[in-house]
C-alpha cells in the first residue's frame, strides 16, 4: 500500500500561469479529498469526489479552481491565472467506507505550490 | 455550521508528564470526530476517531481521547509523553461517514527533555 500520492512535490509557477496537481487515491478507496494548507487560514476544505462524482465543491474558490476525477485512480486539481495568495500546500485525501467500518481520511504527502 | 476550536495554539510540557490537548467542537447533530497528527515537513497522519459508542477511544502512537457529549469535548491524551510527541496536533469534525473534514488551527505541542 503506497498510501496517497500527490505528485509534484512542489511546483513553482509565475502569476497568470496554470497549475495542474495531481493525487491518486489510496486503491479500493471510493472518495477523493482536496484540502489546502496555510499558516494563516490553517486547513481549508475544497473540494470531493465520491466514486468519481462531485459532491460536494463549497471550499472551491469559483472563478479559477476545478477539480476532476476521470477514473477511480486520480484526480486533478487545476488552478487557472494562478495569483500569490494561490500559495499553499495542497494535500489530497481518499477514504473508503463500506457501510459501517472505515470513516478517517489518509492524505497525502501534498503539493507544495509557490505562486512568484 | 460547524466548527472546530483548539484553544491552546502551543503546549510545552516535560518529558513523561501527561499531557491533554483541548479540542471543542460546535455542531447540532451527532458529530464524526478525529485527531491527527502533523510532524514537521510531513503531512497529516490518523491518530483515531470517534464516531459512536465508547465515549473514550484509543488511538495509535499511545493515544487516547475522551468524547463528552455534555460540553461538546473531544480531549487528546497520553501518558507518559515523550520527546517524539513533538508536533502539531489538529482535530477535525465531519457531519457524516462521508463528509468534508473541518479542522481546528492545530495545537503544537513540544516535549521537552
Known amino acids: 500500500n503506497a498510501g496517497v500520492i500527490q505528485t509534484p512535490r512542489h511546483k513553482v509557477t509565475g502569476k497568470g500561469q496554470e497549475a495542474t496537481l495531481w493525487c491518486e487515491p489510496i486503491?479500493?478507496?471510493?472518495?477523493v479529498f482536496w484540502y489546502r494548507q496555510t499558516i494563516v487560514q490553517g486547513l481549508e476544505f475544497l473540494t470531493y469526489?465520491?466514486?468519481?462524482?462531485?459532491?460536494?465543491d463549497s471550499g472551491m474558490p469559483k472563478e479559477r479552481f476545478s477539480a476532476q476525477m476521470p477514473n477511480q485512480s486520480h484526480s486533478t486539481l487545476k488552478i487557472q491565472s494562478t495569483q500569490p495568495q494561490d500559495s499553499a500546500v495542497y494535500l489530497c485525501?481518499?477514504?473508503f467506507g463500506t457501510g459501517g467500518s472505515s470513516y478517517e481520511q489518509y492524505f497525502g504527502p501534498g503539493t507544495r505550490l509557490t505562486v512568484l | 455550521a460547524q466548527s472546530v476550536d483548539q484553544p491552546d495554539a502551543h503546549v510545552t510540557l516535560s518529558e513523561g508528564a501527561s499531557l491533554e490537548l483541548r479540542c471543542s467542537y460546535s455542531?447540532?447533530?451527532?458529530?464524526?470526530l478525529f485527531w491527527y497528527v502533523q510532524y514537521p515537513g510531513q503531512s497529516l497522519q490518523f491518530l483515531l476517531k470517534?464516531?459512536?459508542?465508547?465515549?473514550v477511544v484509543k488511538g495509535t502512537k499511545g493515544f487516547e481521547a475522551e468524547f463528552r457529549k455534555s460540553n461538546s469535548s473531544f480531549n487528546l491524551k497520553k501518558s507518559p509523553a515523550h520527546w517524539s510527541d513533538s508536533a502539531k496536533y489538529f482535530c477535525?469534525?465531519?457531519?457524516?461517514?462521508?463528509?468534508?473534514?473541518?479542522f481546528g488551527q492545530g495545537t503544537s505541542l513540544s516535549v521537552v527533555p
Open positions: 477535525a469534525l465531519g457531519a457524516s461517514s462521508f463528509s468534508k473534514l473541518v
Open positions: 485525501a481518499s477514504s
Open positions: 486503491s479500493g478507496h471510493s472518495a
Open positions: 470517534y464516531i459512536t459508542g465508547d465515549t
Open positions: 469526489f465520491r466514486n468519481q462524482a462531485p459532491i460536494d
Open positions: 455542531y447540532s447533530a451527532a458529530p464524526y
